[in-house]
């Protein structure tokens, strides 16, 4: 595992010159820290929450194995150790990074997701499996302090949406924290911030407010977990729904 091999690569190299007495050996044994590596090392800490998700992917595939029992419980240990090592080597990250002048060193912010939740970035994401309209979906992400999500990246979609697709199949749609219920055309985040990166689905021209589902149109957002797009349907309709919440900083 390339978790590992980077675990075991010397972070710090020590540069040895020639020397005589132990002063002189202080004096010249000089310490150089490798920014490649650590560079390589802040990339991977980032990527952590792909790899547990990969691992997540695994647990549930494997339960088609001939002992599915022993293949959890063996993957299951595994991700525990890879959990155990990401904060290892955040540990180690930051107390390098203290310990370096350079002014650009690149600072990261470790941090980890509850269990059952999806990592992406300093955020964690949660899909539920119930249907329920979208003021009763806003409800039960509150019940587990966190909002519907609000999705500003590829990255946040990729991910999203590939765990859509894994727990729910194809063309399933998930509620997100978007809506122009307020005013028509007008579409806001659960957090009253104007949409300014939409993905919104062009090629159905979406939005389009359409009012076969009900007289009042459509005026809240799904994603949809095959397209990687948004469209827009009323509001009373049931799907299962994306929770979102930051992720906890790791002690
Ligand atoms: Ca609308
Ligand atoms: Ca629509």
Redesign the pocket.
């Known amino acids: 595992m390339f978790v590992q091999s980077v675990l075991s690569s010397p972070l710090v190299l020590v540069h040895k010159v020639g020397y005589k007495t132990s002063r002189e050996h202080r004096e010249s044994t000089q310490t150089f820290v490798d920014f490649g590596k650590l560079t390589g090392m802040m990339n991977l800490i980032r990527n952590q929450g792909a790899v547990l998700s990969v691992l997540l992917s695994l647990l549930v595939s494997q339960i088609s194995c001939q002992d599915p029992d022993r293949d959890v419980a063996y993957l299951k240990v595994r991700l525990a150790l890879l959990k155990d090592h990401y904060k290892l080597m955040c540990k180690h990250y930051s107390g390098l990074a203290q310990n370096c002048s350079a002014p650009d060193f690149p600072a990261i912010r470790c941090t980890e997701c509850p269990d059952g939740w999806l990592q992406v970035e300093d955020q964690c994401f949660h899909l539920s499996t119930d249907r329920q309209d979208q003021a009763a979906s806003a409800e039960e992400c509150k019940k587990m302090d966190a909002r519907l999500a609000i999705l500003t990246t590829p990255e946040q979609h990729d991910a999203v949406e590939k765990e859509g697709r894994r727990i729910g199949g194809f063309y399933t749609n998930y509620w997100i924290g978007l809506s ?1 219920i307020e005013n ?1 055309g007008e579409w806001k985040w659960v957090d009253d911030s104007k949409l300014t990166v939409p993905f919104w689905n062009v090629e159905k021209a979406e ?1 389009d ?1 359409n009012v076969s589902g009900g007289p009042n ?3 809240c957002a799904v994603v949809d977990s095959y397209s990687r797009t948004w469209y ?1 349907v009323p509001c009373d309709f049931a799907y299962p729904r994306i929770c979102q919440k930051a992720a906890n900083p790791l002690p």
Do not use: L, S, T, Y
């Open positions: 122009d028509e939005p407010n149109g459509e005026d827009d």
